[in-house]
């Protein structure tokens, strides 16, 4: 490899975590190798991986000679998706790592236009991208990136990231106890709390090709959404203390949106003499009060009533 060419950044490397994600993790490695800018290594940890055909596929791109990125595979046992990326980055020389779910891809420009944000920004922690998934889902999905408060109502940032290796020393890394979910939300409070004044920046683009599956683990935690969350407030009670006011409006504001889209269905529902769904009737037979949800059933009964 030809270190001085342009199109190699001697200040990037990549980690990709993999478990059981068969020929799912060369299709992450071949995204990197695609890149316009490429890094200077790629780490593989594989985080105990049993499934034969996974451990034959990461053999195999052990022997593979034609990666225009020298490849590192490091194998270790079961310990998480926290465990993985710790081990990975703490392996990492460069100043900018990438860190890469092995189950995802990204889009050739990821790692020139991440990291010329992280360049441009001298107090930016860490940046990422828009995201188009697909599998089940074909959509494309818009973090908004933001400063501590920002983060505190919600998860501002996707998990496959460009971060700064000196802030991750800072912070500690990722919670290995974390196996649950919300780790990547729990990672980014800390490292914006390790840093006084950093942010997080956001590529405007869907640059992260974002794999979606009926079972996947992020759909999983959203079935303990409250669990964790709460977990997320206990640990960064210092933070959610001295941001109550933003949290807080940051949360109402996820529920008022979604209040007014689910009224803007009802009142298309009425408006085309459609039948409405039994849970939307329940809500109009008994409202919630003290949240805006009496003020949505006047407005639909109103319309209704025009009808």
């Known amino acids: 490899m030809d270190k001085e060419r342009e199109d190699y950044a001697a200040d990037i490397e990549a980690v990709i975590t993999s478990f059981n994600q068969g020929s799912m993790i060369l299709e992450a490695v071949e995204s990197i190798c695609a890149q316009t800018l490429l890094p200077q290594k790629i780490i593989i940890v594989d985080d105990g991986s049993t499934e034969e055909g996974s451990l034959h596929v990461l053999k195999d791109m052990e022997k593979k000679p034609d990666f225009p990125v020298p490849v590192m595979i490091h194998y270790q046992e079961n310990g998480g998706v926290s465990a993985a990326r710790n081990a990975g980055i703490h392996m990492a020389q460069a100043p900018l790592v990438l860190v890469l779910d092995g189950d995802d891809r990204l889009e050739p420009e990821y790692m020139q236009c991440v990291s010329q944000l992280l360049r441009d920004n001298p107090s930016m922690a860490a940046a990422s991208s828009w995201m188009h998934t697909f599998g089940v889902l074909d959509s494309v999905i818009c973090p908004a990136g933001g400063g501590i408060s920002a983060f505190l109502s919600r998860n501002c940032c996707p998990a496959t990231h460009?971060?700064?290796?000196?802030?991750?020393?800072?912070?500690?890394?990722?919670?290995?106890?974390?196996?649950?979910?919300?780790?990547?939300?729990?990672?980014?409070?800390?490292?914006?709390?390790?840093?006084?004044?950093?942010?997080?920046?956001?590529?405007?683009?869907?640059?992260?090709?974002?794999?979606?599956?009926?079972?996947?683990?992020?759909?999983?935690?959203?079935?303990?959404?409250?669990?964790?969350?709460?977990?997320?407030?206990?640990?960064?009670?210092?933070?959610?203390?001295?941001?109550?006011?933003?949290?807080?409006?940051?949360?109402?504001?996820?529920?008022?949106?979604?209040?007014?889209?689910?009224?803007?269905?009802?009142?298309?529902a009425v408006t085309n003499h459609q039948e409405l769904s039994g849970s939307s009737k329940d809500f109009l037979q008994s409202p919630t009060y003290g949240d805006g949800g009496m003020a949505s059933a006047v407005r639909i009964a109103s319309i209704r009533s025009r009808k």
């Open 162 to 268: 460009m971060l700064r290796r000196e802030i991750f020393e800072q912070c500690g890394g990722y919670d290995e106890s974390m196996r649950s979910g919300f780790e990547d939300w729990d990672f980014f409070l800390s490292i914006l709390e390790s840093s006084a004044g950093s942010w997080i920046g956001i590529v405007e683009k869907p640059l992260i090709q974002y794999r979606t599956v009926p079972a996947s683990s992020n759909v999983r935690s959203m079935e303990k959404r409250l669990e964790l969350m709460r977990g997320i407030i206990e640990k960064h009670s210092d933070s959610y203390h001295q941001h109550m006011a933003d949290a807080l409006l940051g949360i109402e504001e996820i529920s008022d949106a979604r209040l007014c889209q689910w009224e803007n269905e009802v009142v298309h």
